[in-house]
């Protein structure tokens, strides 16, 4: 962590009492239960291929064999979704079978050819040179702070920690901006922190246990966190410092408070990180928490070799991790009553060459297939334009041909869509989202009223 996000992380603690008086109830708990909404973003790391998890099962198919000889999957291995969507029948990966039903259900929307865009692009504008296009394309790093809203070295904060800060005071509350992992440019925003969340206990700091306040060893703790220093370096430390162990508190009182969800969770680390995530959110939902938004990055998916396969690293291997969790998730949030209030995007780096490697994988591209999944989804449809899968074709924004697809869809309008929801007026997504002001339409309709 540079110097800059140490400051901006403790710049703004939240007024809560320590250890004993950390409380997890909102503004008003009673009445803010039935508003309560959620964004979870499971951000695939390494580059998912879309192309090999969703695929046409109509004439388009053809195209995408044809294309990928060693890399595709046989049409007769695809799970069928029902019906036909944006001018085609789609099959999934077998690996991503469970998520079949959430799909047929009307649960679960596919969001096709997606990416970051500066402006609206055509294949043919792009080999000229003549619009603008974000800068470091196929870049691991800067691709995926670009999918979460990097704004340049001036501005590092994330689409989903600016638009928080936007929202109505009366929809505010503590451990709204929320990372289970160190990574956390999606949920950073200008002027607030962002709150870590362990798949583990984090209620032991040493000897000290955060459920028992009346201990010697956390009572220490608790005056070391309200320390205060005249340096400025040793100040922030110590606000972060007290910060996090408010937030660990909040976090412990929650779990302490939780069941366990009613599903079951592969004991992995993705299994892990959703199993807490099901185990929290309908204690947020009863203590009056109205909006929060999650990140959750998972996975080693830079398949430029071994995609197919059984082995751990295999794209396919890894896809069935995601959808047994997934599906366990969604099991959980219907159960416990919150489903209607959490809505699961799953992102990525970029999408993958259309063109298979000579590793038997795919190398780094740019459009891609995401999916959203939860009770707010308007789903059982794809939403978007279905590339043409041939090398070198219309859509294809790669000099050489390998199939790099150019986005049709703005990664802006689908974060703005869900942050619209999450309650952010339409008249401020231009704050959150600065590029949102070049496309004609800036929400998609994927997410019910």
């Not at 469970?98 to 080999?127: D, F, M």
């Amino acid at each position: 962590m540079d110097r800059r996000h140490f400051l901006r992380l403790g710049a703004a603690v939240p007024t809560l009492s320590l250890l004993g008086g950390a409380s997890l109830m909102g503004t008003s708990a009673s009445a803010a239960a039935d508003d309560y909404r959620a964004v979870v973003c499971l951000f695939l790391t390494g580059g998912n291929d879309g192309l090999n998890s969703l695929v046409p099962t109509s004439g388009a198919y053809s195209d995408y064999a044809a294309a990928r000889p060693a890399l595709a999957l046989p049409k007769d291995s695809l799970t069928a979704l029902s019906g036909s969507t944006a001018g085609h029948s789609f099959g999934l990966n077998p690996a991503l079978a469970p998520l079949a039903p959430l799909y047929n259900g009307g649960r679960l929307a596919w969001i096709l050819n997606t990416g970051p865009l500066v402006q609206p692009a055509t294949a043919r504008q792009v080999l000229d040179h003549s619009v603008a296009v974000p800068s470091f394309l196929l870049s691991h790093s800067d691709q995926v702070m670009w999918q979460q809203g990097w704004l340049g070295d001036n501005d590092g904060s994330g689409w989903a920690g600016r638009s928080l800060e936007l929202l109505p005071s009366s929809l505010r509350n503590a451990l709204s901006a929320v990372t289970m992992n160190t990574d956390r440019t999606l949920v950073l925003g200008r002027n607030s922190p962002v709150s870590f969340l362990s798949a583990w206990d984090s209620r032991y700091w040493g000897a000290a246990d955060l459920a028992q306040p009346q201990t010697a060893a956390t009572q220490g703790l608790n005056r070391m966190a309200q320390w205060q220093f005249a340096n400025q370096y040793e100040a922030e430390y110590a606000r972060t410092f007290g910060r996090s162990i408010s937030e660990s508190t909040l976090f412990t009182q929650a779990a302490l408070n939780a069941p366990a969800p009613k599903a079951d969770f592969d004991d992995n680390d993705l299994g892990r990180m959703l199993r807490k995530l099901a185990t929290l959110l309908p204690v947020f939902k009863k203590n009056g928490y109205k909006r929060q938004v999650f990140l959750v990055q998972w996975g080693g998916l830079d398949t430029h070799s071994g995609q197919r396969g059984s082995a751990a690293t295999s794209q396919d291997a890894q896809l069935a991790i995601v959808a047994r969790a997934l599906a366990a998730f969604d099991t959980a949030n219907q159960a416990s009553g919150v489903d209607q209030g959490v809505a699961t995007i799953m992102m990525s780096d970029f999408g993958r060459t259309l063109r298979q490697a000579s590793g038997g994988g795919s190398d780094h591209a740019w459009g891609n297939h995401w999916f959203v999944m939860g009770g707010p989804v308007a789903g059982a449809q794809a939403y978007g334009t279905m590339p043409t899968l041939t090398l070198g074709g219309p859509d294809d924004g790669d000099a050489n041909g390998d199939g790099r697809m150019v986005p049709t869809t703005s990664t802006d309008q689908v974060g703005a869509t869900l942050m619209k929801w999450l309650g952010v007026p339409a008249g401020q997504l231009t704050t959150a989202f600065p590029n949102l002001v070049n496309f004609p339409t800036p929400t998609l309709n994927f997410l019910h009223a």
